[in-house]
């Protein structure tokens, strides 16, 4: 992949290229993405996990043993056990979620997908969500769009979504607010 560099950047992204590589070689990209992922998820759920992750008062081998442990116990093997291993034994753990991050970017490129984060007041129908992938897909230029929709009841109604770099806010509570800022300009 020739653009990996505006893609991914720093240490975290020299990681994960490095990874995106290896997998790739053995065509695993999907799994360890998936690997990955699962990983990730456990790190946001434990909050005993996160300060492991992310305390520099563990030792590389106190970290490398109980992420082993962890890994096994989530089925998590191969490269991406590895990769989380070596991360752990070269005292960089605390960047894993960035890593992860990254890896997913290049794995995301790699297979020609954007992710779209979507923000609504209340739940879609499937009729809907299908609408908006349709409508979001034209924009990106065709490509494939894998959408994250979150509820969020504050923005009472509308919609805001960010697609890559570009966010569109057409929630009706921001629309209210400018209302309000305009109002108290003029009066």
Same mark, same amino acid.
């Given at each position: ?32 993405a998936a ?10 759920e434990s ?8 305390? &520099? ?31 752990a034994s ?62 969020? &009841? ?34």
């Open positions: 992949m020739a653009n990996e560099e505006s893609i991914v950047s720093g240490m975290a992204g020299r990681y994960a290229q490095a990874l995106f590589h290896l997998a790739s070689e053995q065509g695993a990209t999907d799994k360890v690997d990955l992922k699962n990983f990730a998820a456990l790190i946001s909050a005993d996990l996160a300060h492991l992750v992310r305390s &520099p008062v563990f030792s590389a081998d106190e970290q490398v043993r109980a992420i082993g442990a962890l890994l096994t116990r989530a089925g998590i093997s191969g490269v991406s056990a590895n990769f989380i291993k070596l991360v070269k005292r960089r753990l605390f960047a894993i979620t960035d890593m992860i991050a990254d890896f997913g970017k290049l794995h995301d490129a790699a297979r020609g997908v954007k992710r779209a984060e979507v923000t609504v007041a209340e739940p879609l129908s499937a009729q809907h969500l299908e609408e908006l992938k349709v409508a979001l897909a034209q924009v990106a230029g065709g490509r494939s769009i894998d959408v994250a929709v979150k509820v969020d &009841p504050s923005i009472i109604g509308g919609l805001v979504v960010k697609l890559g770099s570009r966010m569109v806010d057409g929630s009706l509570k921001t629309k209210l607010n400018s209302i309000r800022t305009r109002m108290k300009e003029v009066g």
